[in-house]
């Protein structure tokens, strides 16, 4: 009786298929071929040997399967434990960031007769707000942010020119802006910008930020 060479073929790529894995879904077709024609002649023997390659074939399939499986979750955990990395890193240089913040910067208005040297002067197109501050901290402040609120909207000086401020320095500041933009006067936040770590950073902590309500208008 001779041997189904298809049967003989399909076990051998079905081995290869543990291997070189897509070759194992071949191996497990061609065994499944050859094993319907085998059943179909009786003449022709290797019977087992499709078996086996149609066993070989689902194992190397689910080989196959498993290893895609197996790096997705390798890829997913990476990718998690990239971005914790980062999340942590973040919050470390945010925590750093503001301990400096808090124990080398701090600003004041300048006071005369207990009362804070900042004013006011609505007049629409020409409208202009006015301060005094002292630079309290133990950093020099590059610049100031500077922003406006009204009942309406507000006004924002991202970088204030000619704004640095050395340590214990009083800083006279003008900044003018459009009434019609913000509506009534209503306050004002200072914002330090000094350099951290080699870069320049805004103090956003409730210590370092200047902020003034209800300001007097100018006389």
Same mark, same amino acid.
């Given at each position: ?20 894995l +897509? ?13 319907v ?22 194992? *190397? ?32 240089s945010k ?5 400096? @913040?808090?124990?080398?910067v ?8 207990g009362? +804070?040297?900042? @004013? ?29 609120? *009204? ?5 924002s ?24 933009s ?11 910008i ?7 950073? +805004?103090?956003?902590g409730?210590?370092s930020v ?10």
């Open positions: 009786m001779a041997t189904s060479k298809l049967a003989i073929a399909s076990l051998i790529i079905s081995i290869m298929g543990i291997i070189f +897509p070759l194992a879904l071949v191996g497990l077709i061609l065994g499944i071929i050859a094993l024609s085998i059943s179909k002649n009786s003449s022709i023997g290797g019977k087992g040997l499709a078996i086996a390659a149609i066993v070989v074939g689902v194992l *190397g399939i689910l080989l196959f399967l498993f290893a895609l499986l197996f790096s997705f979750m390798v890829l997913n955990l990476g990718r998690t434990y990239v971005d914790q990395t980062e999340h942590s890193v973040t919050e470390k925590r750093d960031i503001d301990l400096k @913040c808090s124990l080398d701090m600003m004041k208005f300048v006071e005369i007769a009362k +804070p040297q900042i @004013c006011v002067h609505e007049s629409g197109e020409n409208s202009f707000f006015k301060a005094q501050i002292q630079n309290m901290g133990s950093k020099k402040i590059s610049s100031l942010e500077i922003t406006g609120l *009204g009942d309406s909207g507000i006004f000086n991202k970088s204030l020119e000619n704004s640095e401020v050395g340590i214990a320095e009083v800083k006279n500041i003008e900044v003018h802006y459009s009434q019609q913000i509506g009534s006067f209503k306050k004002i936040l200072i914002v330090p000094v350099e951290i770590n080699g870069k320049q950073t +805004p103090c956003t409730a210590g200047l902020e003034e309500e209800n300001v007097a208008a100018c006389t």
